[in-house]
């Protein structure tokens, strides 16, 4: 179990010229951007980054993210446990315009006056791991399948036709 807290800011190239890795806690109450999506959160984020030299030259930065998260359920609001765990490729740049110059198994990240903030890279693999819908399994959620469906989806539903091409045939006759 990690027991160090991750750098906030580190001179990627120097790590990638010596294929160091780094492995610490972030701080999930200090990511603002994740507290805005999914509410604040306490504990730590697990993080491992290998910095390294590709065969071509590039730096990269291969990380590990591991979190366990609440997020609120869609149906009653009531928040569950969420385990979010990311592994992630980032190419190291310093010019938006050599992003493009990357493999496709790279996603790029800007590095300015040698110095990268981890805090904010850590963030945002974490948002991206977010799963798009959570639910509680039905047996404990506080909101039934029943008590989400409407009289008026069911109305709207008998008044469709059997087919579609049904109104089209309808159209025809009118003609």
């Not at 999914?38 to 984020?45: F, S």
Request: hydrophobic letters at 40%.
């Amino acid at each position: 179990m990690l027991t160090t807290r991750l750098p906030k800011q580190v001179e990627p190239y120097k790590l990638a010229a010596n294929r160091e890795r780094l492995e610490g806690l972030a701080a999930l109450d200090a990511m603002q951007r994740l507290g805005e999506e999914i509410g604040a959160q306490q504990g730590d984020c697990e993080v491992r980054l290998s910095f390294d030299i590709d065969t071509q030259g590039r730096r990269l930065m291969d990380g590990h993210l591991l979190a366990h998260v609440q997020v609120p359920c869609r149906r009653c609001l009531e928040f569950m446990p969420v385990t979010l765990e990311s592994r992630f490729l980032l190419g190291l740049v310093t010019d938006d315009s050599l992003a493009s110059e990357l493999p496709s198994d790279y996603e790029p990240v800007l590095v300015e006056n040698e110095q990268l903030n981890l805090l904010p890279v850590v963030e945002d693999e974490l948002i991206l791991s977010l799963p798009q819908v959570v639910y509680h399994d039905e047996a404990d959620c506080a909101v039934s399948r029943d008590q989400l469906e409407s009289g008026a989806d069911a109305e709207v539903s008998e008044q469709r036709p059997a087919s579609p091409f049904e109104v089209l045939r309808n159209l025809k006759g009118k003609l």
